[in-house]
């Protein structure tokens, strides 16, 4: 018997394709790494036109246009002459992470949507500042963080929601690099702001606060460290660089840890890498009163995990344990999703698809890290309602 004959009794799902009547128009801000991945997502969605960018080093902007066979395009020498000039209906920023606040807040105050790569910010009042300027404006602002996107990830909110854990009263999670220190903007404090902190570790927080509802942090003890990132042994260079010139520019954090108190009475137990004497710091786990989660560590949790997840639990007095099996990636990548859902957001008058309400906690922590290892002690967070 054909497929098309056993088929006759599943409900045939037509895909619809976005409503290309309507284009928006895309600016880029920052034409850096990052900006390559935007870019490739743009040119997969036919109701995106990139019609302009801006890049602080003159001549970067359009060379990288003319790399990606995007033509077309006007070029700035900043962000306010690009959004002054232009009507556009969204920007992707993509600077270094000090450069996040400033360009965000000048296209919100000027009526435009904005995709913001992660970090949100460097601090805390940074975030602050660039919400109360998203609630002002009414437009929408959402924060890249492709891995929500991901099957897999996904079934770990799934987990937690359907209650098999019970209540959840501890978390590990971190990850990170034996090896694997960035080079460019990301190692010096002046433009980076946080090194491993706010490049992998912010990934790491969103894993499991996005599982279990972003609940409010609290409290923090924090303690971070470079003492790789300073090192020209474990140094690397680049084509602008040696390695003794990369461990001389180093300042930022290359390890971070944190003990985080959560709203719910539920601890956070937290550590981040770029390099270290070990391969993993652990995988994360999500510990709740009847059961508890296993998830396999990542590098950088930037996509998707390769092992499977387990679920520990009790069934008719038994101690078992059940594989999550892995879910096999289906049509676009990633970054596509992220992109599109952004778009649709705009088109629809939808809400973010990455709210900055929850990646405000998401900040919170990290800043909480930097400013408890620096004073030696823990610290309140006092997050304002915005």
């Known amino acids: 018997m054909s497929d098309k004959v056993l088929s006759q009794f599943t409900p045939e799902v037509k895909a619809e394709g976005p409503d290309t009547s309507r284009k928006l128009k895309i600016g880029i801000i920052g034409t850096g790494w990052i900006a390559e991945a935007h870019i490739q997502s743009y040119k997969n969605m036919p109701d995106a036109e990139i019609v302009a960018a801006a890049d602080l ?6 060379a990288f246009m003319k790399e990606f066979g ?66 002002k404006s009414g437009k929408i602002l959402s924060i890249g963080f492709q891995p929500r996107g991901d099957e897999n990830m996904k ?78 042994k474990y140094a690397t260079p680049d084509r602008f660089h040696t390695a003794e010139e990369n461990a001389a520019r180093f300042s930022v954090d290359d390890f971070a840890a944190g003990f985080i108190r959560l709203e719910g009475d539920i601890i956070l137990d937290f550590r981040i890498s770029w390099a270290m004497h070990m391969d993993t710091p652990g ?19 930037n996509g998707t995990f390769t092992k499977p997840m387990t679920l520990y639990h009790d069934v008719a007095g038994s101690l078992v344990e059940t594989t999550i099996p892995l879910i096999p990636h289906r049509g676009p990548g990633l970054f596509d999703l992220k992109i599109r859902s952004f778009m649709d ?21 990290i800043d909480g890290i930097c400013r408890s290892a620096e004073l030696g002690r823990e610290i309140e967070l006092n997050i304002p309602e915005i």
């Open 345 to 365: 957001a705009v088109k629809n008058g939808t809400p973010a698809p990455v709210p900055t309400s929850q990646i405000l906690y998401n900040q919170a922590i």
């Open 70 to 135: 995007v033509e077309g395009v006007r070029f700035y020498p900043s962000h306010k002459e690009l959004i002054d000039n232009e009507e556009l209906d969204a920007v992707s920023i993509c600077t270094y992470n000090t450069a996040h606040a400033e360009p965000t807040i000048y296209a919100l105050e000027h009526g435009v949507n904005v995709l913001l790569e992660k970090p949100f910010t460097v601090t805390l009042d940074e975030a602050i500042a660039v919400m109360r300027a998203e609630k």
């Open 283 to 301: 995988d994360s786990l999500i510990l709740g009163t009847e059961g508890g989660l296993r998830i396999p560590s990542t590098d950088c949790w």
């Open 57 to 62: 080093i003159p001549g970067k902007a359009e």
């Open 155 to 232: 079934m770990i909110k799934k987990v937690v929601q359907s209650g098999a854990l019970g209540r959840v009263y501890y978390i590990q999670t971190g990850g990170g690099r034996r090896r694997g220190i960035p080079n460019s903007t990301f190692i010096e404090k002046s433009t980076g702001g946080i090194g491993a902190l706010g490049d992998i570790g912010c990934y790491s927080l969103d894993c499991v606060l996005n599982a279990i509802g972003y609940p409010k942090p609290l409290t923090v003890t924090g303690y971070k460290s470079a003492f790789f990132g300073t090192n020209p």
